[in-house]
């Protein structure tokens, strides 16, 4: 076989990724903060690893935790608000009247509907940043029993899932996941402010493993709401960041399942638990005449010749 046959499918396939990643993104976000690379978005996950996994125990080995109840109680209120923002935005800015749940193709135009989930999504990708924060609470009070595989590994792809939405796409079919999982987060951080305020109000909050048991079912829901789309020849949302959607909330279901298992069901069989994972996490079908990428760039590309040309 030549070298030239060889080549061929090497360049197909590269061709194809450097479309993807460069052709591919969106313009309206890409100037937007921390939206316009990757690279500030992985030296803060590495800072963040780093911190929570080695230089933080390390730091506080010999030293007493910190209280931080002020702290953490304003902060879980900030993100309880937060939360209940993203859920408005994501209802009124979409899934209520305009997006089909069947299949919603991703708006790239920059008309008020799509521009107001656009921002939706770049707001829920800067909470994913924010919310690093839980597991530097925890190394600070020393906690570090709750710094589980299952906590980092969730808090260190949310932000990614959140930049690449944004990057690439930001609107659509995905955008449920965020309206759900921000529903989740505003009773989560209700739990953890109401839990930060001492032994007086933790008393009565004896509803913590229900939240491990709603993360279960948004992920369930998540799951048969993306697969659906591999079943839609006409879908015009991408078929393979469905795929990878579904593949993740089938992971999570796992996950969080077995930490409920362990946690719950066989500690009240009295069986040793599992050490836990920290955080317990944790209609109109009208469709928009959503604009593809090639129209939005083809109905701007006279007045940009035409700027050119003055």
């Known amino acids: 076989m030549s070298p030239d046959v060889i080549s061929e499918p090497s360049n197909g396939i590269l061709d194809r990724v450097v479309k993807f990643f460069v052709e591919n993104q969106d313009e309206r976000t890409k100037e937007w903060f921390l939206s316009g690379s990757i690279t500030p978005l992985i030296m803060i996950l590495v800072t963040y690893l780093y911190f929570c996994l080695y230089a933080g125990p390390r730091y506080m080995a010999k030293r007493k935790p910190f209280k931080l109840e002020g702290v953490l109680i304003a902060y879980n209120a900030v993100q309880v608000l937060l939360s209940i923002v993203l859920v408005y935005e994501g209802i009124e800015g979409g899934w209520r009247k305009h997006y089909n749940y069947s299949c919603q193709p991703v708006d790239y135009s920059r008309n008020p509907v799509a521009m107001r989930m656009a921002r939706a999504v770049w707001m ?149 638990p599992q050490r836990t994972a920290g955080k317990a996490g944790e209609e109109n079908n009208n469709q928009l005449e959503c604009k593809p990428k090639d129209a939005v760039e083809a109905n701007t590309r006279p007045a940009v010749e035409a700027k050119k040309a003055l």
């Open 124 to 272: 829920y990708y800067m909470c994913k940043v924010v919310e690093l924060l839980d597991t530097v609470f925890f190394v600070l009070r020393k906690k570090q029993n709750q710094v589980s595989f299952l906590h980092v590994y969730h808090h260190t792809l949310m932000p990614v899932c959140g930049f690449i939405g944004v990057k690439y796409f930001a609107g659509g079919h995905g955008t449920l996941l965020g309206v759900i999982n921000s529903f989740i987060h505003v009773c989560m951080y209700a739990y953890y402010m109401l839990a930060a305020m001492g032994p007086k109000v933790q008393k009565y909050l004896w509803w913590k493993r229900y939240l491990t048991v709603m993360q279960i079912v948004q992920f369930i829901i998540v799951f048969f709401h993306t697969v659906q789309v591999q079943f839609q020849p006409t879908c015009g949302y991408p078929k393979s960041i469905a795929a990878l959607l579904t593949l993740n909330a089938g992971l999570f279901i796992y996950m969080f399942s077995s930490f409920y298992v362990h946690s719950y069901i066989r500690k009240s069989n009295g069986a040793a």
